[in-house]
Structure formats: structure tokens, C-alpha cells
């Protein structure tokens, strides 16, 4: 029962989660692609029973989206940062929402614990589109000032981070 229903305390249900479920959002990771047939081979369940377990954690918002990972440079975003904000006083974290919604440049962004108060992960096609992004950040009244850490490489080159997922080939998928 929610807080509308009783005026009480929200309260959460608990979502059977097996380990079905995990085999099959597993493979779903690995391919957002894949058959429910596929999926069913692989772990031994009817296509139709896949389907209904995905249907079930997604009313349940378990798996809340499917989505194309992309190279970011093929895009033309060569350039990625991480930039650590701080601002004035306590800026409430919806107005840091506000602001990083306004540039399209900024792929994640999150309130962090530490000296920061925000961490964001900016892409940029070059040096100088990344210091036009930076300046534009910096313009808001709260901001007191930023820390920048440039992208050298990645380490972990099929973390979603790096923008492209790469097969046991070798291959960029």
C-alpha cells in the first residue's frame, strides 16, 4: 500500500528476482538483441517463458529500457572528462539536475560524496569544445569552481563508459 492509499510510509513490495531472472538479464546485457528463443536455449527455458519473465521485470522495473551502445567517436565526441564540481553553500541537487540537463554534452552526472559536490562525465568533440562546455558550467551563480580529469584511455575497454562493448572476437559490436 502506498502513501496515497493509507497516509502512511511508502512502503516496497519485494520483487521476486531468481536466478532465471539474473541468467536472463545477464544475457540480455550481453546482447539487448537476443531472441527469447536464444535466450531460452542458453538457459533452458521456453521462449515463451523468457518472454514472460521480461515482461514481468519490466512492469517491475527491473529492466527499465533496452538501448543501442554507441562509439561515442563515431559520433565525433573525441574528447571526454570528468569534471568535479563544487558549489557554495548546499545547492540542492535538483538545481544541479537543471543545470547539467542544459548541456547535451554531459553523459552522466552525480551528487558524490567527498570535497566535490557533483561528478560529471562530459564528452566533447575536441579541446576546445570540452573548454566552451567547461566555461558554460562554470557561468552558473552556485558554481565556485571545477577540477577537470581529461580521458587518456580507458582500461576496461568494453565498460559501458568506453561507449562500445567488444565480442570474445575481439570485435566492436
Known amino acids: 500500500m502506498d ?4 497516509g502512511g510510509p511508502v512502503t516496497h513490495k519485494a520483487v521476486p528476482f531468481d536466478d532465471l531472472d539474473r541468467k536472463i538479464v545477464a544475457a540480455l546485457i550481453d546482447n539487448g538483441r537476443a531472441s527469447f528463443a ?3 536455449t542458453a538457459i533452458g527455458l521456453s521462449s515463451t517463458a523468457v518472454k514472460r519473465r521480461v515482461d514481468r521485470m519490466r512492469e517491475n522495473n527491473v529492466i527499465t529500457g533496452f538501448t543501442a551502445t554507441v562509439r561515442p567517436a563515431a559520433l565525433g565526441w573525441l574528447t571526454e572528462a570528468y569534471v568535479e564540481v563544487y558549489c557554495d ?3 540542492p541537487p535538483r538545481r544541479l539536475a537543471e543545470v547539467v540537463r542544459n548541456h547535451p554534452e554531459i553523459a552522466a552526472a552525480m551528487t558524490v560524496t567527498g570535497g566535490a559536490d557533483a561528478l560529471l562525465h562530459v564528452r566533447a568533440t575536441d579541446v576546445e569544445h570540452f573548454e566552451e562546455v567547461l566555461e558554460r558550467i562554470r557561468t552558473e551563480p552556485f558554481i565556485r569552481k571545477t577540477i ?3 580521458v587518456l584511455s580507458h582500461l576496461l575497454p568494453d565498460s559501458p563508459e568506453a561507449g562500445a562493448r567488444q565480442s570474445s572476437e575481439g570485435t566492436v559490436r
Open 3 to 6: 502513501r496515497e492509499q493509507s
Open 89 to 91: 553553500s548546499a545547492a
Open 38 to 40: 536464444e535466450i531460452g
Open 148 to 150: 577537470s580529469y581529461m
